[in-house]
């Protein structure tokens, strides 16, 4: 599997936004780039994925790198709720369903 | 709809004991995925299943585990005999084809 890079740590204040980077330099063609979290003491929670075009819907945006080397998820108004970890994961378009989660990026939100 | 539905919550046996976990996945989700969360090893895929049929089981760690999926809304994880390095929490997910995996609230295991 490919493998991407995140900070380990992030802190935001409340109502601010927040833009979680992940790098995926060795992405290849039909990679595509998925965001999950997980919430303390809950299950993963999908939020947004892409191929090559930038990405929005009710949680998130996603930006892509014009290469795809690297990819941006952005929290437009952070709230405590949204203190979780930030899984970044390349999942294959092929046959492939497998998620691998690295360690994530935690972000904490100051109030 | 319901969502993931696991049971029980949190599970606490005794080494060599045999412990079943349990697993609904969401109605018309043709996959299902075991994955297991340790502080060290992080989140990993133990197995998953599409309409039933067992796909990729290579993240299993060993044959004292085996899972089941006798028919399209239940399954489950076996352990036995269970040890205490088998202490984690389990999550059981669902998708719909390549849409995105739902995952349920886990179990947490304690082996002593």
């Known amino acids: 599997d490919a493998k991407t890079t995140q900070p380990n740590s992030m802190e935001s204040n409340e109502e601010e936004p927040v833009h979680l980077p992940c790098n995926h330099s060795?992405?290849?063609?039909?990679?595509?780039i998925h965001w999950y979290r997980q919430l303390p003491s809950q299950g993963p929670e999908y939020v947004i994925h892409?191929?090559?075009s930038n990405v929005n819907n009710r949680m998130a945006s996603l930006a892509i790198a014009e290469d795809r080397k690297s990819s941006t998820l952005i929290l437009h108004r952070a709230t405590l709720r949204d203190a979780a970890v930030y899984y970044c994961i390349l999942r294959d378009g092929g046959s492939n369903y497998k998620l691998t989660f690295g360690k994530g990026t935690l972000l904490t939100v100051n109030p | 709809d319901a969502g993931v539905i696991q049971s029980p919550r949190h599970e606490v046996t005794e080494m060599g004991q045999e412990v079943t976990l349990r697993c609904k996945p969401i109605?018309?989700?043709?996959?299902l995925f075991w994955y297991r969360q340790t502080m060290m090893r992080g989140l990993e895929l133990l197995i998953y299943f599409n309409n039933n049929v067992p796909i990729d089981d290579s993240g299993m760690p060993e044959d004292r585990f085996s899972a089941k999926m006798p028919n399209a809304s239940f399954s489950t994880l076996k352990i036995q005999p269970s040890e205490p390095r088998d202490s984690a929490v389990y999550f059981c997910?669902?998708?719909?084809?390549?849409?995105?995996?739902?995952f349920g609230p886990g179990t947490r295991l304690t082996v002593l």
């Open positions: 109605s018309g989700h043709d996959y």
């Open positions: 060795t992405i290849s063609g039909t990679d595509y």
């Open positions: 892409g191929l090559t």
């Open positions: 997910a669902s998708s719909l084809g390549r849409a995105p995996q739902y």
